[in-house]
């Protein structure tokens, strides 16, 4: 079986959707079956001690021809799937190539662009609108990271009900036994001794930045700092340092632009707690990674964040900065809270697994290669 995957993600930089398909592609190498991978990128890709395998093949577009976007998606990738002739596309950003015909499976993260058009610029919006609506009616099959994005999916798009199969997002367990950046360097770099709150993920409007960051104004007393660790990705974009700054507490937050893998561990194995608020979110996986090295979270009680999280997690109702204040000091002072919420956590670690997420999404592609996706192309 070749599977063709659309690849672009785990260029540059790999974040989210990065991150997800990385996963993937090293849980389905490491169980080794007889399948094949078709990886289409346009540049160099930043997993190359698995992308280099036996069950690998890299496409890259002929030289010269770099282009970006929406073009090379619908112009040069389709081109050479006609050329290559693979049994299925994967797509795990949310579009396809519109003129491929062959099988394909779709993967939604979320649709926040359909929900809060406001967050985003007209040209953008109405580009990932016009190509999500139309990728998601060609799919043979959707497949949602959670119960609350195929929800999204089904009242936004004209598609059947069973074209679209949840599938979890899952932690990787191999991620506790990387290599990871000593405590004292990371904390030698920051310039901070104490007990630390972590933000991991993109910083956008609706992750209420300004507000977590104000909280902390509420918690000198309790000597807790927080480092962020995420490009600004907001669509009114400002000086971020220089706002922490006006808010009198460059002693006490950071921000890491952009975090390697290594220091992101070695934050998770040093980190207090996790804060995750946010008011849309397809799954929320930052939470579960914190879990797998034991660190509690504070997470919004909204849409999905409360689907996987609830029972697992401090949820704050009311994203306000003294509320948040208030759920990070009881986080961080009430042992009983906190062992609570551990134990929970590892519960819920061991339910959504990267090899279980890994598993289901490769039997629903090979079930659609072989025709029993669902859905209507």
């Given at each position: 079986m070749r599977i063709a995957v659309d690849a672009r993600e785990l260029e540059g930089r790999p974040t989210g959707v990065g991150r997800y398909l990385g996963g993937l592609l090293r849980s389905?190498?490491?169980a080794g079956g007889s399948e094949r991978f078709l990886l289409y990128h346009r540049g160099e890709l930043q997993y190359p001690d698995w992308a280099n395998g036996e069950s690998v093949e890299l496409r890259l577009p002929p030289r010269g021809l770099v282009?970006?976007?929406?073009?090379?998606?619908?112009?040069?990738?389709?081109?050479?799937?006609r050329r290559d002739r693979p049994d299925v596309l994967f797509a795990p950003a949310g579009t396809l190539p519109l003129s491929w015909r062959g099988p394909s499976v779709l993967t939604v993260l979320d649709l926040s662009f359909e929900a809060h058009p406001?967050?985003?610029?007209?040209?953008?919006?109405?580009r990932r609108r016009l190509l999500a609506r139309a990728s998601a009616r060609r799919?043979?099959?959707?497949l949602a990271i959670s119960r609350f994005t195929k929800g999204e999916v089904l009242s936004r798009y004209r598609v059947p009900a069973d074209s679209v199969r949840v599938v979890h997002l899952g932690v990787d367990d191999s991620l506790r036994e990387a290599p990871f950046t000593p405590e004292a360097e990371l904390r030698e770099r920051i310039g901070f001794s104490g007990p630390l709150a972590l933000m991991v993920g993109s910083i956008f409007e609706r992750r209420f930045p300004l507000r977590c960051i104000g909280a902390f104004r509420h918690l000198?007393?309790?000597?807790?700092?927080l480092v962020i660790a995420g490009d600004d990705r907001r669509r009114r974009r400002s000086d971020l340092r220089a706002e922490i700054r006006e808010m009198g507490l460059a002693d006490r937050v950071f921000w890491l632009r952009y975090c390697p893998e290594e220091d992101l561990c070695g934050l998770l194995r040093c980190a207090r707690l996790v804060l995750y608020l946010s008011s849309y979110e397809g799954f929320g996986l930052p939470p579960l990674e914190a879990m797998s090295f034991g660190v509690p979270a504070v997470v919004s009680a909204r849409g999905a964040l409360r689907e996987v999280y609830e029972g697992a997690a401090l949820m704050v109702e009311n994203e306000s900065e003294e509320a948040i204040a208030a759920a990070v000091r009881s986080l961080d002072a009430d042992g009983d809270l906190r062992d609570g919420l551990v134990e929970a956590g590892e519960r819920l670690v061991r339910e959504f697994t990267l090899e279980r997420c890994a598993a289901r999404t490769l039997e629903s592609i090979l079930k659609t290669a072989q025709g029993g996706g669902g859905g209507g192309r």
């Open positions: 389905w190498l490491a282009p970006a976007g929406a073009y090379w998606e619908q112009v040069v990738l389709p081109r050479a799937l406001e967050w985003f610029g007209y040209r953008e919006r109405w799919a043979d099959l959707i000198r007393d309790a000597g807790i700092g």
